[in-house]
């Protein structure tokens, strides 16, 4: 499985940005893929995932009403769409994917340690 993240840029404060993030090689349907962020100078920190079936999944509170996961498994790529962007939200944002959903792993799709794959990361800066 190879992850392919992309859409981040430069915005200016109260802009959007929708980062993509493309699965090659993603053949299981009960996976889950998560996004995570890395401000500078800060450590990784989990934003939400969302499950390949469908269902419910977990965010961090920071993202209510301002970020929006979601998937299309006909184009094997997940988006979170980002509102209302912050100069806080700037930092690179990271997918990462782990090709099963068991009751152990959905209780820890928050840490990073869960996923089996990363894709490069991609920066999203905003200005104030």
């Known amino acids: 499985v190879q992850l392919q993240a992309s859409g981040g840029g430069l915005v200016q404060a109260g802009g959007s940005l929708r980062l993509s993030c493309a699965a090659s090689?993603?053949?299981?349907?009960?996976?889950?893929v998560g996004w995570f962020r890395q401000a500078p100078g800060k450590d990784r920190a989990f934003v939400a995932a969302?499950?390949?079936?469908?269902?419910?999944?977990p965010s961090a509170d920071f993202v209510k009403g301002r970020f929006t996961i979601s998937r299309d498994k006909s184009k094997n790529t997940a988006y979170l769409q980002i509102n209302s962007l912050k100069p806080e939200d700037t930092a690179v944002y990271y997918c990462?994917?782990?090709?099963?959903?068991?009751?152990?792993?959905?209780?820890?799709?928050?840490?990073?340690?869960?996923?089996?794959?990363w894709g490069q990361g991609t920066l999203v800066t905003v200005s104030s």
């Open positions: 969302v499950r390949w079936s469908g269902g419910s999944a």
């Open positions: 990462a994917a782990v090709d099963r959903s068991n009751r152990q792993i959905f209780s820890q799709l928050a840490l990073a340690s869960t996923y089996d794959y």
């Open positions: 090689g993603w053949r299981f349907s009960n996976g889950v």
